[in-house]
């Protein structure tokens, strides 16, 4: 015959084991969603980086080519200067022209 006692006993270690299993497996299903948020966040962040380099690439982009053309008009802007000057140097009339009256 079985002591009422002992199955008190075994039936206290067998609902402990059953509640131990169970936040044991709470416990794996926080940490996998724990680790499913984190991932999550690491791709937003990753996509909000990425964002903002590009478009800090792209201002980079802008102000070197801006950079470029403003170095090519003034050179440019030398060459008219200096051909201006040479057309100033020489006559505009023909050397054995009459003076206009």
Do not use: T
Request: proline share 2%.
């Amino acid at each position: 015959m079985v002591n009422s006692g002992n199955l008190s006993h075994e039936s206290h270690e067998q609902k402990a084991r059953k509640w131990l299993w169970i936040g044991l497996g709470a416990f794996v299903a926080l940490q996998i969603y724990f680790v499913q948020q984190l991932v999550v966040a690491l791709m937003l962040f990753s996509g909000l980086f990425l964002l903002c380099a590009l478009v800090a690439l792209a201002m980079y982009l802008i102000d070197r080519a801006g950079q470029w053309g403003l170095g090519w008009a003034g050179h440019q802007a030398k060459r008219a200067v200096v051909a201006a000057e040479e057309i100033s140097k020489k006559q505009l009339r023909r050397p054995r022209s009459e003076p206009a009256r």
